[in-house]
């Protein structure tokens, strides 16, 4: 099926809106960046994403979490395992993903990235529905966004190095090139 983006929106997700965001400085979005997350670390298919990205994280829930409280923290969207895209904050704004970061001499990647999520680690394989998906949103996003083109998708360890590490060496980047 394919995508339609309205405001920002993709009409294919699931809306699971995150209070993490704000306006970007300038109306541009010119850079995809791939992420993986997963909580706890490894496990997959839970309701933790969804809760972190809205501020509702049981910490109790898992001795993992402790380390995440008060962390405030979004992306634009999250590919599940089984393809399920979930979309937490629009594309025309400014989701909180890339932290400290820079790409091709620009500083505050928020500010002009689009963030996608991958649930999954560095070392496991990503599923083959993951990546259709990816592929078809991306298409739609350089539909979109004309400044948004495939050397400009990267991951989080490109933008962020020696501090992340993801979407790791489990993520087949020839491959997600092709669906482009």
């Not at 099926?1 to 699971?16: E, H, K, V, Y």
């Not at 839970?46 to 809205?54: A, E, G, S, T, V």
């Not at 992306?75 to 599940?80: D, E, G, K, S, V």
């Not at 496991?124 to 979109?144: F, H, P, W």
Request: negative net charge; contains cysteine.
């Amino acid at each position: 099926m394919p995508f339609s983006l309205i405001d920002g929106w993709f009409t294919q997700a699931r809306f699971c809106l995150s209070p993490h965001f704000n306006s970007r400085p300038l109306n541009e979005v010119s850079l995809l960046v791939v992420h993986n997350i997963s909580l706890p670390a490894g496990h997959f298919g839970l309701p933790y994403i969804d809760q972190l990205f809205q501020g509702c994280l049981d910490l109790s829930a898992d001795s993992s979490f402790n380390d995440l409280q008060g962390l405030q923290v979004s992306a634009h969207f999250l590919i599940r395992r089984d393809g399920e895209l979930v979309q937490y904050v629009s594309c025309d704004d400014r989701a909180w993903h890339a932290g400290l970061s820079q790409y091709d001499g620009r500083s505050g990647c928020n500010d002009f990235a689009v963030g996608v999520e991958l649930e999954g680690t560095d070392d496991i394989d990503y599923t083959d529905k993951q990546y259709v998906c990816l592929g078809q949103l991306a298409r739609k996003l350089m539909e979109s966004y004309p400044s948004l083109t495939p050397d400009r998708m990267v991951g989080h360890c490109d933008i962020a190095p020696g501090r992340k590490t993801d979407p790791g060496n489990s993520f087949d980047w020839q491959r997600f090139k092709e669906l482009l």
